[in-house]
């Protein structure tokens, strides 16, 4: 397997943008993640969802942000419009069943800019 | 609710040294806890995780660590360093049947030659 995949791996674009985040999970995974990584605020979960389902996005930070996951193989995040405080690495990550402890497989992330 | 602190953002060590880096959680409930390494432009990777059964975990690359309840703490090993050892290291912590990990700040070490 080619583990989880994203795209792009870099990505700046100027404020007010729509900006579109893609990943491929693993296939068999059941549950995708997607994380945003800064030095300020660390790692924080936006979304996750199971069996294509969103279940939790209590951390999205505004209705800017949205993700969708169309089918198992496929999800996107959007941010439109995009702001200079976006600029971060986002990480998709999946997993067969974390409730029981499966670790996470993390992609290598999209580097955002925002200009 | 859960959560993890890291002391100590940065960590140098001599090469054949050895890594110890500190974690401590707080959780409501039994904790499942976990390391994962970050190599610069790359995901992250587990190196090792804590469920159930023994406290002492055994992981990837010569790593350990060891559930210390009394403690609240779940510190990481590694007895020789190496130059590939060079990455961040974060601790994470997720209560029993949850489903989202919560991380610490991470833990840059460098290795010195």
């Known amino acids: 397997d080619a583990g989880v995949i994203q795209s792009p791996r870099h990505e700046v674009t100027e404020m007010g943008q729509e900006v579109t985040l893609r990943c491929k999970p693993i296939?068999?995974?059941?549950?995708l993640f997607w994380y945003r990584q800064t030095m300020m605020r660390g790692l924080e979960l936006l979304i996750y969802f199971n069996n294509n389902v969103p279940i939790d996005d209590s951390g999205m930070p505004e209705d800017r942000f949205s993700a969708k996951m169309p089918n198992a193989s496929f999800s996107t995040l959007k941010i439109q419009p995009s702001e200079p405080r976006d600029s971060a690495v986002y990480f998709c990550a999946s997993s067969q069943n974390p409730g029981q402890g499966e670790k996470l497989f993390f992609g290598s992330g999209t580097q955002l800019s925002v200009l | 609710a859960q959560s993890v602190t890291q002391l100590g953002s940065h960590v140098s060590v001599s090469e054949g040294a050895l890594v110890l880096l500190r974690c401590n959680y707080s959780s409501s409930v039994p904790p499942y806890l976990f390391w994962y390494v970050q190599y610069p432009n790359q995901g992250l990777q587990l190196l090792l995780k804590y469920t159930t059964g023994a406290t002492l975990v055994k992981g990837i690359n010569g790593f350990e660590a060891e559930f210390k309840k009394s403690e609240t703490s779940f510190h990481l090993t590694k007895p020789s360093a190496h130059m590939s050892d060079a990455a961040e290291y974060f601790c994470?912590?997720?209560?029993?049947?949850?489903?989202?990990?919560?991380f610490g700040a991470g833990t840059t070490v460098t290795v010195r030659a």
């Open positions: 296939s068999g995974h059941d549950y």
């Open positions: 994470a912590v997720k209560g029993f049947n949850d489903y989202k990990l919560s």
